[in-house]
């Protein structure tokens, strides 16, 4: 539901949902005979402010979509909103996976879409992948080709034969998309050398990697800002509206800004401003170790249909996932660790990764992923000016720089 707010003779329709609320004490800009608008210069207005499209968020999608909206349109000034210091949401907070999926996260897919609709999110993480890294180089992603491996444990049996029955299945797909022979392939005879334990099974994706993600944002914020694409932080979107000639969007700290097209891609957040979305946040914890001396292994291992994934990262092991433990209490926008979820992934440290060394935790954090009933991401025309590119389904590394451009297009389309 959104209640309805007057200004200046404009109805904006303002979010009430999740942590939302209209209350006048936490969104003063919405009740103006308390609080002031800002006052903003001329000089100020006249360089940042007249936008042709505000994009909000300067995540993955909201970079791409400007820096593919640019690239067809030079002369577009384009505006983009983030109201964290850096992006709130997964694009900063990832694991660093260039991946498209492993095969028991294909199998669980099978079971709500059909086998094409799986093929198509497979092509659209290929893909996506391959553009982001045509957009920028490998040096600046950090890129690795290092494969990965999905990890079967003593208890898993039966999940390991649900997967391995599609292994040539799915390989003769994989191979007609990317040219690639024999993506997935057994590899139980490397158990030891990695040197897990209480683990049965292995299965090698050849076509996977790893990247630096804070290398990857930089460099995908420096591009955009080279393009002459204004990039503002700490500015959340409270509300917009739209009539015959223009979007307005209210601000928390610029106030109402005019523009004549607006794009929302804030992913997990995105209920926010369109509740009436099938998106719902999860929270996706990781922590990331302090340097271990001789780790056995190096690239990307996908546990549990996807819901565990590690790293390393040099010699640290980065460790994420465990939501399909609670996940009622990790869909939420709350970027705080839990303590059920962080000693789930230090018990499988201890047992089944690196067992029989010691370990201390360096860091601990979340992000916020956009789920919903599918792993299908939304693309689409809310109102005649406004639209939007979210639920990236946990997949915004592989698929974010595909929508950002998919976007754009649309955008373009409906240019009045």
């Known amino acids: 539901m959104r209640v309805a707010t007057t200004f200046s003779g404009i109805r904006f329709q303002t979010p009430n949902s999740h942590n939302r609320t209209s209350d006048p004490a936490q969104y003063p800009y919405f009740y103006r005979m308390n609080t002031p608008a800002p006052t903003l210069s001329f000089w100020e207005t006249s360089t940042w402010l007249r936008p042709d499209v505000i994009i909000v968020g300067a995540g993955i999608v909201g970079l791409s979509a400007a820096i593919h909206l640019k690239a067809q349109r030079p ?47 497979l092509h659209m993480r290929w893909e996506g992948l ?38 040539d299945r799915f390989n003769a797909h994989l191979h007609q998309l990317t040219g690639i022979a024999s993506i997935f392939n057994s590899a139980d005879d490397r158990i030891e050398a990695l040197g897990f334990a209480n683990v049965r099974h292995l299965i090698l994706n050849t076509a996977e990697g790893q990247i630096n993600t804070g290398s990857m944002m930089n460099a995908l914020l420096q591009l955009a800002r080279s393009q002459n694409i204004t990039v503002l932080n700490g500015v959340s979107v409270q509300a917009f509206s739209e009539d015959e000639a223009t979007v307005k969007v209210l601000t928390d700290t610029l106030g109402e800004l005019q523009c004549q097209q607006v794009l929302i ?33 190096q690239g990307c291992f996908h546990m549990d249909e996807g819901y565990f994934y590690f790293r390393n990262v040099g010699n640290r092991i980065l460790f994420g996932g465990g939501r399909n433990l609670d996940k009622a209490g990790e869909t939420t926008y709350s970027h705080q660790t839990t303590s059920r979820i962080q000693q789930a992934l230090e018990e499988y440290l201890r047992n089944v990764i690196i067992p029989n060394t010691p370990f201390t935790v360096s860091q601990r954090w979340a992000g916020t992923l956009g789920l919903g009933a599918t792993r299908l991401p939304i693309v689409r025309q809310i109102q005649s000016r406004v639209f939007c590119a979210v639920r990236m389904g946990g997949m915004g590394v592989a698929i974010g720089s595909l929508i950002g451009k998919d976007a754009a297009a649309l955008l373009l389309s409906h240019d009045q």
């Open 75 to 121: 002369d577009k000034r384009i505006l983009v909103l983030e109201r964290g210091s850096l992006p709130t949401g997964a694009s900063t907070k990832n694991a660093g996976f260039a991946c498209f999926g492993s095969l028991s996260e294909i199998a669980a897919d099978l079971e709500s879409l059909s086998e094409e609709a799986v093929l198509s999110l």
């Open 130 to 167: 391959q553009l982001l890294r045509k957009t920028l180089s490998d040096e600046q992603l950090g890129y690795e080709a290092t494969g990965s491996y999905e990890v079967f444990t003593d208890q898993q049996e039966d999940l390991y034969q649900k997967s391995i029955q599609l292994l």
């Open 265 to 297: 891609a804030t992913n997990g957040f995105a209920a926010q401003l369109l509740p009436e979305l099938d998106v719902q946040p999860g929270r996706a914890q990781v922590l990331i170790t302090d340097p271990i001396p001789n780790l056995k292994f």
